[in-house]
């Protein structure tokens, strides 16, 4: 197969304009008459099925959650990047692009992220006029705070809270366009297969909830934004229900798949305390612009942090990386982490955590500056370990919190399956092997509100609307092989609940398909996927019956999808010999630890296509040009 | 630690409900509430018989999915806490634990201690935003909005729509709820044009849903895990008048 990413060409700068203009268009009065599915009602699919539904289109959403409100989106703390230049240093769309590509490790397509950092100022414009309370100085004018792998300060923030301000800005322009009739909702509904009909995608399986009746929707387009699938390693900082179930059934009905094996892992996450750990909680990287991380300098040291004096100290981030200091990237800041606690320098109970130090920060500002900046982080933090992070510092360790890969797209955001859109998180399209902070924000309202708007024209005006209706034989097949997975699982005499499968196949993809991965590893990983995998199946407690709510139910078919795509995201990490961004082959390193990338041999997307059941999946490449970036190995020195 | 925890079963929206009895042990303090109930769950599974359903995703405080009442406090004896963020250190050994659903007349039991919530959509839906659609609006640098103004609406726009305030009162009144999302706008200039609209077509939805009227109980702001302030249900009522005088 040949991957076709339709850049425009000519001047990056025009690129976008351009292709805008070469577009096709839909007449006002046809766009009734079209129908799009959108799967996903966070940043990415409610900015998309608002701005959609505004044009005048049919717009079916659908989410899992009760309400479209409660996306995943509504976690993201620290803040929105877009290169204003208010605080006047020296930022620009350019610059943006520029540490985006970098930040990415040399690993994503320049058009596509050129295009982000153009847009990405209108979204701040968009989100005031809908009423987000972006903070604000005393003059009335915006602020802006550092993140990390830059050197300018572009973030936009409320509060610790920005991903629920965006995000409710976005849930209330879509309940306007619901009361407008444009757009319906089906919450508490979630999709379990994708509909092809002539190689084409046109509509979904969607299993409600509440009756667990599955039911079918046609579309003329389908539009997936149903976020990342960290949770494959159990533990991480999404929410409980994030998933790679639409993500993967798409794959499994013919879209590929692009570089599963670009996982992040975020350095600064309140570190496990047990067992019965359910979710990590993370720390916005925003702390780190006043927060000095360190450990002991020697290994086994368990004096209290106060009564270590500062020449004991390893402020390592500052010392191995002195212009980027505690700002250095969330990759490098993790794999420091972690190789300081493999030294025996963790602190904290288990030995896996680094502090995060305010005491600085206190002392030359004052604790009132730092509980406005950070007031609501602390509070968490401290209703989670009961302690008093202006009195002690933070204990924190990385968890894993993005996943950059994701299925591919073209410039115009479409997979390989004509009528697949791919939105947000669930795409893989912008971050290359590691994302910056305040960037997803960024890309999921871009895609939404200022992409797909355009390019879904440009498919739909080449088709006739409402060709397809849930009548189609297509239709009845799929949904037969929804109802058979669903029996498969029930009825069992199982003796291993869905929670306890989860957490070892977390346990394996941590331990070999984590921070750090070799081909031992991999294989490793490889191997005991497949067993685990088996072992669900004819192992899993499961009670009920197919109709009528189960979240167990719920959890398992999430499950079982992870069981098969773990396994993906370890051969994709397997074939890329070479350390980049969040994957880090230990064969791959410079003498000091540091990652090494391989340009001659590993320029490209890996994107895999899906084989049949007994069949290794085929790899395509999509070869990747940097024509304005130079490529560079990466420094934070 | 060891606990009792009496648990309100009904199976389906129709059903009879009953509280049902459960001990569970080896309870952790740094547990969050909601963990103490997946150690429950994946013990009654083990067991063959059908775990308890109760609504969570983000287990951060901010998604507004969960939300139980506990020893007949919304959200339990934490303080501006959601219940996820709830931890047991808050409880003891040899505790019996009372753990019930919302119980109010516009959130209908789904099952268990799960609630449907929807009448929140519904009234956001009535007018809660501001009417803007995607396209060229002006620069966001060319707006002065003052700090005060933007940190009050801040402070009212950080409500995650869970609930706890309308399960507090005694009326059944979401008022709190609506209160937030009309004073957020209402303290921005962008949001003034249509505030008087806003806040007609909120409350009179709020109350097509069937929630109550606010007779100052003040239950509401205790409960509120974001501590949203009651001072905001004055700035409702202000809105309110200004909206009868424009006519
Ligand atoms: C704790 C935390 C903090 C973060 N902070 C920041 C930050 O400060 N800045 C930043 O830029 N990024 C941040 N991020 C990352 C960012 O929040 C996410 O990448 C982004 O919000 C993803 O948005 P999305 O719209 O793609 O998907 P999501 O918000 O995850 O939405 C997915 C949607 O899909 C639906 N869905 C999923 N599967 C199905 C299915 N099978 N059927 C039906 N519906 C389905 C869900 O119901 C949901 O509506 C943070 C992430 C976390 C976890
Ligand atoms: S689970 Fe999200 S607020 Fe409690």
Same mark, same amino acid.
């Given at each position: 197969m040949q991957l076709d990413g339709k850049c425009p060409g000519g001047p990056i700068a025009e690129q976008w304009d351009r292709h805008k203009f070469a577009m096709k268009l839909v007449n006002p009065a046809n766009k009734r008459k079209f129908t799009i599915l959108v799967v996903g009602s966070g940043l990415a699919g409610a900015s998309a099925a608002a701005s959609l539904g505004e044009l005048g289109y049919n717009v079916e959403v659908f989410c899992y959650q009760d309400s479209t409100r409660r996306a995943h989106s509504i976690a993201a703390q620290g803040g929105i990047n877009a290169p204003k230049n208010y605080p006047n240093d020296g930022d620009s769309i350019h610059r943006l692009f520029y540490d985006t590509v970098k930040g990415g490790d040399f690993r994503s397509r320049e058009p596509n992220?050129?295009?982000?950092?153009?847009?990405?100022?209108?979204?701040?414009?968009?989100?005031?006029?809908?009423?987000?309370?972006?903070?604000?100085?005393?003059?009335?004018?915006? #602020?802006?705070?550092?993140?990390?792998?830059?050197?300018?300060? /572009?973030? !936009?923030?409320?509060?610790?809270?920005?991903?629920?301000?965006?995000?409710?800005?976005?849930?209330?322009?879509?309940?306007?366009?619901?009361?407008?009739?444009?757009?319906?909702?089906?919450?508490?509904?979630?999709?379990?297969?994708?509909?092809?009909?002539?190689?084409?995608?046109?509509?979904?399986?969607?299993?409600?909830?509440?009756?667990?009746?599955?039911?079918?929707?046609?579309?003329?387009?389908?539009?997936?934004?149903?976020?990342?699938?960290?949770?494959?390693?159990?533990?991480?900082?999404?929410?409980?229900?994030?998933?790679?179930?639409?993500?993967?059934?798409?794959?499994?009905?013919?879209?590929?798949?692009?570089?599963?094996?670009?996982?992040?892992?975020?350095?600064?996450?309140?570190?496990?305390?047990?067992?019965?750990?359910?979710?990590?909680?993370?720390?916005?990287?925003? %702390?780190?612009?006043?927060?000095?991380?360190? #450990?002991?300098?020697?290994?086994?040291?368990?004096?209290?942090?106060?009564?270590?004096?500062?020449?004991?100290?390893?402020?390592?981030?500052?010392?191995?990386?002195?212009?980027?200091?505690?700002?250095?990237?969330?990759?490098?800041?993790?794999?420091?982490?972690? &190789?300081?606690?493999?030294?025996?320098?963790?602190?904290?109970?288990?030995?896996?955590?680094?502090?995060?130090?305010?005491?600085?920060?206190?002392?030359?500002?004052?604790?009132?500056?730092?509980?406005?900046?950070?007031?609501?982080?602390?509070?968490?933090?401290?209703?989670?370990?009961?302690?008093?992070?202006?009195?002690?510092?933070? /204990?924190?360790?990385?968890?894993?919190?993005?996943?950059?890969?994701?299925?591919?797209?073209?410039?115009?955001?479409?997979?390989?399956?004509?009528?697949?859109?791919?939105?947000?998180?669930?795409?893989?399209?912008?971050?290359?092997?590691?994302?910056?902070?305040?960037?997803? %924000?960024?890309?999921?309202?871009?895609?939404?509100?200022?992409?797909?708007?355009?390019?879904?024209?440009?498919?739909?005006?080449?088709?006739?609307?409402?060709?397809?209706?849930?009548?189609?034989?297509?239709?009845?097949?799929?949904?037969?092989? #929804?109802?058979?997975?669903?029996?498969?699982?029930?009825?069992?005499?199982? /003796?291993?609940?869905?929670?306890?499968?989860?957490?070892?196949?977390?346990?394996?993809?941590?331990?070999?398909?984590?921070?750090?991965?070799?081909?031992?590893?991999?294989?490793?990983?490889?191997?005991?996927?497949?067993?685990?995998?088996?072992?669900?199946?004819?192992?899993?407690?499961?009670?009920?019956?197919?109709?009528?709510?189960?979240?167990?139910?719920?959890?398992?078919?999430?499950?079982?999808?992870?069981?098969?795509?773990?396994?993906? %995201?370890?051969?994709?990490?397997?074939?890329?010999?070479?350390?980049?961004?969040?994957?880090?082959?230990?064969?791959?390193?410079?003498? &000091?630890?540091?990652?090494?990338?391989?340009?001659?041999?590993?320029?490209? #997307?890996?994107?895999?296509?899906?084989?049949?059941?007994?069949?290794?999946?085929?790899?395509?490449?999509?070869?990747?040009? !940097?024509?304005?970036?130079?490529?560079?190995?990466?420094?934070?020195? | 630690m060891d606990l009792t925890l009496r648990i309100w079963r009904q199976n389906g929206a129709e059903a009879p409900g009953r509280l049902e009895e459960h001990a569970v042990t080896g309870v952790e303090p740094d547990m969050s509430f909601l963990e103490m109930l997946d150690v429950l769950n994946e013990t009654l599974l083990k067991e063959g018989r059908d775990p308890v359903t109760f609504e969570h995703d983000c287990r951060e405080g901010i998604c507004g999915s969960c939300g139980l009442v506990i020893n007949g406090i919304p959200h339990g004896p934490g303080e501006r806490s959601s219940t996820c963020q709830l931890h047991m250190r808050h409880f003891k050994s040899g505790d019996t634990i009372t753990i019930e659903p919302w119980r109010v007349h516009s959130f209908p039991i789904l099952k268990d201690l799960m609630v449907d919530r929807s009448a929140l959509d519904s009234i956001i839906q009535s007018h809660g935003y501001i009417s803007v659609s995607t396209g060229s609006p002006p620069d966001a640098g060319t707006r002065l909005i003052g700090k005060p103004e933007a940190d009050q609406a801040m402070d009212a726009a950080e409500c995650i729509g869970c609930g706890a305030c309308a399960a507090a009162c005694p009326n059944g009144s979401a008022m709190l709820f609506v209160a937030a999302k009309v004073s957020h706008l209402a303290s921005l200039p962008q949001g003034r044009i249509e505030a008087a609209e806003r806040v007609r077509d909120m409350t009179r939805t709020m109350f097509s849903c069937g929630f109550g009227n606010c007779s100052n109980h003040y239950e509401c702001e205790a409960a509120c895990p974001k501590g949203i302030s009651l001072k905001f249900i004055a700035k409702l009522n202000r809105e309110s008048l200004k909206a009868l005088f424009r006519g």
């Open positions: 992220v050129y295009r982000l950092a153009q847009v990405s100022n209108s979204i701040i414009d968009q989100c005031v006029a809908q009423g987000v309370p972006f903070a604000r100085d005393y003059g009335g004018y915006l #602020v802006n705070r550092s993140f990390g792998g830059a050197q300018v300060s /572009r973030t !936009f923030y409320a509060r610790g809270q920005t991903g629920q301000q965006l995000l409710l800005g976005a849930y209330q322009a879509l309940a306007r366009q619901r009361k407008a009739g444009t757009v319906h909702l089906h919450t508490r509904s979630e999709m379990l297969d994708l509909v092809l009909v002539d190689g084409e995608a046109k509509g979904i399986i969607a299993r409600d909830l509440i009756s667990g009746e599955l039911h079918s929707y046609a579309g003329d387009a389908v539009v997936l934004a149903s976020g990342g699938y960290v949770n494959v390693f159990y533990l991480s900082t999404n929410a409980m229900g994030c998933n790679v179930t639409a993500a993967y059934r798409a794959y499994k009905r013919g879209a590929c798949f692009a570089n599963p094996c670009y996982t992040q892992i975020h350095p600064t996450c309140i570190p496990v305390s047990g067992e019965h750990q359910s979710k990590l909680t993370l720390m916005s990287e925003s %702390l780190r612009n006043d927060g000095r991380i360190w #450990v002991p300098k020697q290994k086994g040291d368990t004096r209290r942090p106060e009564d270590i004096p500062e020449q004991d100290r390893d402020y390592y981030l500052e010392r191995k990386y002195p212009s980027f200091g505690n700002l250095a990237p969330r990759d490098i800041a993790s794999r420091a982490a972690k &190789e300081a606690c493999d030294q025996g320098r963790g602190v904290g109970p288990t030995g896996y955590g680094v502090y995060l130090d305010f005491s600085d920060a206190i002392q030359r500002l004052g604790e009132t500056a730092i509980q406005e900046r950070y007031g609501n982080l602390f509070e968490m933090y401290e209703r989670i370990t009961a302690e008093n992070a202006y009195r002690q510092p933070m /204990r924190i360790y990385p968890a894993p919190h993005y996943s950059m890969g994701g299925l591919w797209v073209d410039y115009n955001l479409q997979s390989n399956v004509p009528g697949l859109f791919v939105l947000g998180e669930a795409n893989f399209s912008d971050h290359g092997a590691n994302r910056l902070g305040a960037s997803a %924000l960024m890309q999921g309202l871009a895609d939404g509100y200022f992409v797909i708007p355009y390019t879904i024209a440009d498919y739909l005006g080449r088709i006739a609307p409402g060709a397809v209706d849930t009548g189609h034989e297509a239709f009845q097949a799929c949904r037969e092989s #929804v109802e058979k997975r669903i029996s498969g699982l029930l009825g069992g005499k199982g /003796r291993q609940t869905v929670n306890e499968f989860h957490r070892r196949l977390g346990n394996i993809m941590w331990e070999d398909c984590g921070m750090a991965r070799s081909r031992e590893s991999l294989n490793r990983a490889l191997e005991q996927i497949p067993q685990l995998r088996r072992e669900f199946w004819e192992d899993v407690i499961l009670t009920g019956a197919p109709g009528g709510l189960n979240q167990e139910l719920e959890k398992a078919l999430r499950v079982a999808d992870f069981l098969e795509f773990g396994e993906l %995201l370890a051969r994709d990490a397997l074939a890329r010999e070479e350390s980049c961004g969040g994957h880090f082959r230990t064969e791959y390193q410079t003498e &000091e630890g540091e990652a090494m990338r391989n340009d001659k041999d590993f320029s490209h #997307v890996a994107a895999w296509e899906y084989s049949g059941e007994d069949t290794a999946p085929a790899m395509h490449t999509e070869p990747l040009a !940097f024509e304005n970036v130079q490529l560079a190995v990466r420094s934070y020195k | -």
